[in-house]
């Protein structure tokens, strides 16, 4: 068979393999082979296409994700402890989806995909989307970290 390739998506990482399966399911279904993270499925946004450059928008939310007292408490402690295991780590900016509208119908007949995205730090993608407690939070918690 043909070796595995990393690819990537918000948040998480998956093997081409994932990725071919989702693009070959259809409208609304469940690929067979996903690589799950976490239950439920909510992790991530799978839509399909096609969806000309015209019709994706990315709305930009201003100023940083704020999150609640108890994930920016965990977030920080998780921080500091990857500060010792890895002095050279920083926490630099990064975009957090907060929210997608879908249409209805894809192509030149459909409506818009929407993004809505915002500022985040990376230490919200680590705590929330790489330890055992932040993946036990609801997905509105989340960073939703991209790229």
Known sequence: GRPKRPCWFPGMA??????????????????????RLSEPDDLGVYVRGPYASDRLKVRVLQGLREYPAEVESQA????????????????????????????????????????????????????THFSEEGLRLPPEERAGGLG
């Open 76 to 127: 920080a402690a998780r921080w500091e402890d990857e500060l010792r295991k890895k002095p050279h780590i920083f926490d630099g900016p990064c975009w957090s989806l907060r929210s997608v509208a879908v249409p209805e119908a894809a192509g030149p007949a459909g409506g818009d995909l929407v993004l809505d995205i915002q500022r985040t730090t990376f230490r919200y993608i680590l705590y």
């Open 14 to 35: 998956a093997t081409c393999e994932a990725l071919e399966a989702l693009a070959a399911a259809g409208p609304g279904e469940a690929p067979a082979k996903r690589r």
